[in-house]
């Protein structure tokens, strides 16, 4: 037995003057598939992809989180700090935030305060500092997204009940 697809035609448009800007025109708005082939590209157009792929995989972390799945969640941030990494709970997935922000105080309170000096006499924020601080950022926007997800989805639910017992 032999399936009969059919596809309607792609069509994808570019805009701009020039010819990276037309390229950049069609990898802002790709799709996953595409973004991700495109992240081996060198230049402009693989730097936008990969920019694109990595913002594609925080909604899917936000949106996994919005559910109650934390595996990818935990997965980022082990892969960032190359420890093991445990979500056991929501109470747990919403209280990264203060567990990041007590390692920013932890390398505040080190030996150097959290900066090292360059060879200009510059003073920047240390390696533990400033993925800390990342870290701390990439909580703090992921369980307010994971939160606004999760309210959409309740407010869907109770819309898709109304019209159910109308």
Not at 30 to 56: C, D, I, P
Not at 68 to 80: D, H, L, M, S, T
Request: charged share 20%; net charge positive.
């Amino acid at each position: 037995m032999s399936e009969i697809i059919e596809y309607t035609p792609a069509v994808v448009n570019v805009n701009g003057a020039t010819a990276t800007e037309r390229k950049l025109s069609v990898v802002t708005n790709a799709s996953h598939e595409a973004t991700m082939a495109l992240t081996n590209q060198s230049g402009k157009v693989g730097k936008v992809a990969r920019q694109h792929a990595a913002t594609m995989g925080w909604i899917g972390i936000c949106d996994a989180a919005a559910r109650g799945n934390f595996k990818p969640v935990a997965e980022y941030i082990a892969a960032r700090t190359g420890k093991a990494c445990v979500i056991s709970s929501k109470a747990a997935f919403e209280s990264l935030a203060d567990q990041f922000e007590s390692q920013v105080l932890n390398a505040k309170n080190s030996k150097n305060g959290g900066y090292t000096t360059t060879k200009a006499g510059i003073q920047k924020p240390s390696a533990a500092l400033s993925l800390a601080l990342e870290l701390k950022a990439f909580a703090v926007e992921t369980i307010a997204r994971a939160q606004r997800i999760a309210e959409q989805r309740a407010e869907e639910r109770r819309a898709r009940r109304a019209l159910e017992s109308n």
